[in-house]
Structures are given as structure tokens and as C-alpha cells.
């Protein structure tokens, strides 16, 4: 693969916010080839009102960054394949990356070549994280899904993804990835 673009998506919450805090989620999706992801998550919400990670943690992996406000994608393998990667984000500039043989099965933690780069902007009204990842080594496909899990000052999560296609929040449902643009 070595497609380039550029394309602005929205991501949709799992249940209407109850609480009024987060008003939209956007992604910037940059540049997806073989060597490398580019992307932007701009959370638009009451970002005082939110429990979100201090940045000035170690730049690392870390597991189980999705209990808390965290920001992901989900690229397949090969086309129609099964198997897949979750890359995962959080605003600490910590970070993860998992390989799946299928549905929920049998997760590998990887370590790439290059740690991504996670850069992050908080405002009162806006938190944007530009992330660049080195994906050379990994093989992939255009399939993708993208989400995020996002943590109230109540500690409530909410679940955005551009398609929720289970009964309960499940962003690594298949039929959750969707056409790369």
C-alpha cells in the first residue's frame, strides 16, 4: 500500500452525551502508507470537565491506556483479512500497539522501530493530538476503524467511533473497519 490523503472524518458517540461535556470529535487522517501514519484527533468538549492524563509522562508503551481518555485506530492486515493491528493513544504521550490474529483473539503486544510521536495541544474548549507513526515492518491494509474512549471528571467513559456496529461498545467488532478513503 502507499496511498497518501488527506480527509477530515467525524466520530460518532456509542450513546448520546448525557452530560453536555463533548460536543464533537474530529480526525485528520494525513498519511497512511506502509511506512508511516499521520494523523489528528480534535476533541471539542469542556476539556476542564474532563479526566484527562498530565503529559509530562514518559513517552512509552504502556497497556490498558483505554480505561481511561484515550484515542485509537484499527488497521487490518491484508483486505478482508481477520487479522489486525490497535494502535493506541493517550494524551500522556504514552502508547500501545497490539497485533490480533482475529476478533479479540490472541493480542501481541509490539514494540516498532521508532516510538510514535505524540504531540499534544490542550485549550480550554479543544484537546488535539497530532500523532506520526513509523508502521515500516508491519504489514497493512487500507481496512481501518477509529475511536476514542473519553473520561468525564466523573470518571463516566464515552465511546466515539465513525461505526458502531455491536449492541455494546466494541471498536474491534469487524464490522467496525471501514474502506481506507
Known amino acids: 500500500m502507499s496511498s497518501r490523503f488527506h480527509r477530515k472524518v467525524s466520530l460518532k458517540p456509542f450513546a448520546p452525551p448525557q452530560n453536555g461535556i463533548v460536543h464533537a470529535l474530529d480526525v485528520h487522517l494525513q498519511e497512511l502508507t506502509q511506512e508511516t501514519l ?5 476533541l471539542h468538549a469542556e476539556v476542564t ?3 484527562i492524563p498530565a503529559t509530562t509522562r514518559k513517552p512509552q508503551h504502556t497497556d490498558e491506556l483505554w480505561k481511561h481518555t484515550c484515542f485509537e485506530m484499527f488497521v487490518r492486515k491484508a483486505p478482508g483479512a481477520t487479522a489486525y493491528y ?3 493513544f493517550s494524551p500522556s504521550t504514552e502508547w500501545a500497539l497490539y497485533a490480533f490474529e482475529g476478533y479479540h483473539k490472541n493480542p501481541v503486544s509490539i514494540d516498532p522501530a521508532r516510538p510514535p510521536q ?3 495541544k490542550r485549550e480550554r474548549h479543544r484537546l488535539q493530538l497530532d500523532i506520526r507513526a513509523d508502521l515500516s515492518g508491519l ?3 487500507g481496512d481501518m476503524a477509529l475511536a476514542a474512549v473519553i473520561e468525564d471528571e466523573n470518571g463516566t467513559l464515552s ?4 461505526k458502531h456496529a455491536a449492541p455494546e461498545p ?3 467488532h469487524p464490522d467496525s473497519f471501514l474502506p481506507q478513503p
Open 49 to 51: 470537565r474532563l479526566r
Open 170 to 172: 466494541d471498536f474491534h
Open 118 to 120: 505524540i504531540r499534544v
Open 38 to 42: 499521520s494523523l489528528r484527533y480534535t
Open 159 to 162: 465511546y466515539w467511533a465513525l
Open 139 to 141: 504489514p497493512h491494509a
Open 86 to 88: 490497535e494502535l493506541n
